[in-house]
């Protein structure tokens, strides 16, 4: 019996530590953060951003197996890191994921894979990308970024270096009331009930 109540008691510390751990997590990123110019949250030179779209979802006629980002599923957290300076783009290569605007009817914050970089004569580069989650057909959408078009409306915002489906469906949990039960209020209420047992324990 005396076993089993000091087991109980790790597992309980060990979940306390990790809400505490967790909530001050969400409190530093909200304080050190600030809103980028489309709603997204920057801290230092990153960005998250949430993916909403499955363009980047795992398809078997796409091999990611050799890259460092594999696919990333719609509502993943990425991380990326901005563009800092011409330069940077000299360590980009094919196999990257890029996060970028690009317009259509209208312009859009689109993530996709680098499929081909090539260095231009007159300087800057031609980049190439797109989606993982895709048909072998010629109707596939490709878009092309020059970056040496300083005012061109289709521009690069980073590079993807981290992504995440577990914090991602976290964060999007918790914009919403039953995540915020679920995440906060609930493991609340737990910490809570624990303590106040040890309180009575220890009071008998």
């Not at 895709?134 to 521009?155: A, K, V």
């Not at 489906?165 to 915020?180: A, D, E, F, R």
């Amino acid at each position: 019996m005396k076993k089993l109540k000091q087991v109980l008691k790790i597992f309980s510390n060990i979940f306390i530590y990790s809400f505490i751990i967790l909530s001050l997590a969400i409190l530093v990123i909200t304080i050190v953060s600030k809103k980028s110019y489309d709603n997204t949250c920057s801290i230092f030179n990153y960005e998250l951003r949430i993916v909403i779209t499955d363009s980047m979802k795992k398809n078997d006629n796409v091999d990611v197996s050799s890259f460092k980002i594999k696919s990333i599923p719609k509502n993943s957290l990425i991380l990326v890191e901005k563009v800092k300076n011409d330069s940077w783009y000299d360590h980009i290569k094919e196999g990257d994921v890029l996060t970028f605007k690009y317009v259509y009817n209208e312009q859009v914050t689109i993530t996709h894979r680098v499929s081909k970089i090539i260095k231009k004569e007159d300087g800057g580069y031609l980049i190439e990308l797109i989606g993982d989650n895709r048909s072998n057909d010629e109707n596939t959408m490709i878009q092309y970024i020059d970056t040496s078009l300083t005012d061109s409306p289709n521009f690069v915002i980073g590079k993807v270096v981290y992504k995440s489906i577990v914090l991602g469906t976290i964060l999007n949990s918790i914009k919403k009331p039953v995540g915020i039960i679920c995440l906060i209020i609930i493991p609340s209420f737990i910490i809570i009930l624990l303590e106040a047992i040890k309180i009575i324990n220890l009071i008998l």
